[in-house]
DNA sequence: GAGGTGACTGCGA
DNA sequence: CTCGCAGCCACCT
């Protein structure tokens, strides 16, 4: 039951995501089946801010594995402290090792 | 109802 | 390697 939105959706993919691991938009929405709108995964991430449900959007990058987002977490740092809070090593905006860190919905869950 | 926006991605030069 | 362009679609005003 998605009352709220598609957004849910993304939601809960995003919460699924094991601590120290990261994935991209393209992965979520390609699981999602919206890999063309790759965009509205990162707009999800927005909107995720404004709802009360947990979702931890630092553990969702780019393709390039690059903090894009950052900027929307309140400090430019945070999003990178909080990465680094769970093993993952982040350097000059980017994910550190990103293929081994990343983390695909598609295979993990299915 | 219509227009504008964007936390992306892929491809070409 | 970097830079630029076009497509994509749900949400907001």
Same mark, same amino acid.
């Given at each position: 039951?998605?009352? %709220?939105?598609?957004?849910?959706?993304?939601?809960?993919?995003?919460? =699924?995501?094991?601590?120290?691991?990261? @994935? +991209?938009? $393209?992965?979520?929405?390609?699981?999602?089946?919206?890999?063309? +709108?790759?965009?509205?995964? &990162?707009?999800?991430?927005?909107?995720?801010? !404004? @709802?009360?449900?947990?979702?931890?959007?630092?553990?969702?990058?780019?393709? +390039?594995?690059?903090? @894009? $987002?950052?900027?929307?977490?309140? !400090?430019?740092?945070?999003? =990178?402290?909080?990465? %680094?809070?769970?093993?993952? *090593?982040?350097?000059?905006? *980017?994910?550190?090792?990103? *293929? *081994?860190?990343?983390?695909?919905?598609?295979? %993990?869950? &299915?």
């Amino acid at each position: 039951m998605r009352n %709220e939105s598609f957004f849910d959706d993304v939601y809960e993919v995003v919460r =699924q995501i094991p601590r120290g691991r990261v @994935t +991209s938009y $393209g992965a979520i929405a390609s699981y999602l089946g919206m890999v063309r +709108s790759s965009r509205m995964v &990162g707009y999800a991430m927005n909107a995720a801010h !404004t @709802t009360h449900h947990p979702v931890p959007a630092h553990r969702v990058v780019n393709r +390039s594995g690059l903090l @894009t $987002g950052k900027h929307h977490f309140g !400090t430019a740092n945070l999003m =990178q402290q909080l990465l %680094e809070n769970e093993g993952v *090593k982040v350097e000059d905006d *980017k994910v550190i090792d990103f *293929k *081994k860190l990343y983390w695909d919905p598609g295979v %993990e869950l &299915g």
